[in-house]
């Protein structure tokens, strides 16, 4: 379990904005979002983004984001929209910014849109342009920003706003400046409750609820606490969206039936977590999973259940886990 001081931003804020990313540019950048044809979709290019900046300085970073849209032009044009997310207060930031916003215009020929997030908690680090020159030759380069710490200033406004990525914010916000075990159970509650009651579907409430995991990580006795007063919450609720998982009551049972040498227990108790996580019970993948001979394998299934966005997602780590 990771803790307070080695918290991962990285991957929990990589995977909202793959997740929810239309929410995401109408959260921080509303405009540039009014500006794209969602109607004709978008793509990711990471790697493509990792080829053209590998050999820049890097410096300390965080996430990057290559998305490539469509624009509300009436005709076929499309740009390369490059997304930051910088946690922590690094002077060269904007150097690399027009790095990486070069590299990419010199490979593709189109335009790019470099965009920021700043989610680290100085609220004197605003990093936004560029500038270098002698002689009379210059070069400023600007980009626009968004800062997470002054989402916070309005609490209220936050709760309220129906975007996804208001409850990512706060997540983030609270990870960042709760540190002691009882209160940030508290507000790790709090956040999962305001899943339900603000009225997301079922699958919005897994994803988001997975950010809050991942973030506001909580020591075992707290965690086991947690996760009873969630139960307790949902059978109010009459919707066991999350408590369903059973990360406890499943996880424990698969190694107890691993330690027993009980595989059919465990495979049954794998198949169960598959069809409270994804809603169903493929013949397929119930084919695959009772011919696992392997407790190792087991366990490492058991964990892409809890980490995979869809099903389609754990049927790939399913076919690599068993080659």
């Known amino acids: 379990m990771k803790t307070d001081t080695d918290s991962d931003f990285d991957s929990p804020w ?71 997310i910088q946690n922590d207060r690094d002077q060269a930031f904007p150097e690399r910014m ?18 920021a997030v700043l989610s680290d908690t100085d609220a004197r680090y605003r990093p936004k342009v560029y500038r270098t020159g002698r002689w009379g030759c210059e070069l400023t380069f600007r980009f626009p920003t968004a800062k997470v710490l ?55 409430i897994l994803e988001l609820f997975r950010f809050i995991d991942w973030l506001l990580v909580l020591p075992p006795g707290l965690d086991k606490v947690f996760w009873a007063e969630l139960s307790e919450f949902e059978e109010e609720q009459r919707m066991p969206y999350v408590t369903s998982v059973e990360r406890i009551g499943i996880e424990k049972g698969l190694q107890q039936g691993l330690q027993q040498g009980a595989l059919q227990e465990a495979r049954d108790m794998l198949l169960r977590a598959v069809l409270v996580r994804f809603g169903e019970k ?42």
């Open 14 to 84: 990589k995977e909202a904005i793959e997740v929810f990313f239309p929410a995401f540019m109408a959260f921080f950048f509303p405009k540039i979002y009014a500006g794209i044809d969602w109607s004709k979709g978008y793509q990711f290019l990471d790697k493509e983004l990792q080829k053209v900046v590998r050999d820049a300085p890097s410096g300390r970073r965080y996430v990057d984001k290559l998305v490539k849209v469509f624009l509300q032009e009436g005709r076929e044009t499309w740009l390369l929209i490059h997304i930051e």
């Open 98 to 115: 027009y790095i990486y916003h070069y590299r990419l215009f010199d490979r593709y020929r189109v335009e790019i849109v470099s965009l």
């Open 150 to 204: 002054d989402y916070g200033r309005d609490w209220a406004a936050l709760e309220a706003n129906p975007n996804p990525f208001a409850v990512v914010v706060m997540a983030h916000l609270k990870a960042k400046m709760v540190k002691k075990g009882e209160e940030r159970k508290r507000w790790k509650l709090y956040l999962v409750k305001l899943l339900y009651r603000r009225g997301h579907t079922r699958q919005e």
């Open 282 to 323: 493929p013949d397929d993948v119930v084919q695959v999973v009772n011919t696992i001979e392997v407790k190792e394998t087991l366990q490492l299934l058991l964990e892409k259940v809890i980490c995979c966005t869809d099903l389609a997602a754990f049927r790939a780590a399913l076919r690599q886990a068993t080659l």
